[in-house]
């Protein structure tokens, strides 16, 4: 589960940074503001990948992909692509945590 948790929380850093540049342009926000706001987010997003085997770390995740769907108010493309990683992050939860159970599977079989 960790990879493909991983792998969508690395992909969900560039698409904060790529906001944030958008953001700047089409909204009335102070460049620091969405900087702050931005940044938080692609830190959270970076530490969330070592925090994926804590407990709480599934959840965390759960928190920012509704942050990234939210953050569609400022940059509305947002709400389609804060969907579309809500869905990858759902995907690589449910059949991440299957290839777990089925690599414990194989090495019970083995082992006993």
């Known amino acids: 589960m960790r990879t493909l948790c991983a792998s969508t929380l ?3 850093f560039f698409v904060i940074g790529f906001a944030g540049l958008v953001a700047m342009q089409l909204s ?3 460049t620091a ?3 702050a706001v931005s940044g938080t987010a692609m830190v959270l997003s970076i530490l969330l990948c070592g925090m994926l085997t ?3 770390g599934v959840q965390l995740g ?3 992909q509704i942050a ?3 953050s569609g108010f400022v940059v509305p493309t947002m709400f389609f692509l804060g969907a579309v990683f809500a869905a990858l992050w759902w995907a690589s939860v449910h059949f991440g945590r ?3 159970e089925a690599r414990a599977r194989a090495q ?5």
């Open 28 to 30: 009335d926000l102070p």
């Open 54 to 56: 804590r407990p709480g």
């Open 62 to 64: 759960w928190v920012l």
């Open 108 to 112: 019970a079989t083995t082992a006993g």
């Open 10 to 12: 690395i992909g969900e």
């Open 68 to 70: 990234l769907i939210a």
């Open 98 to 100: 299957k290839i777990d």
């Open 33 to 35: 503001t969405v900087w």
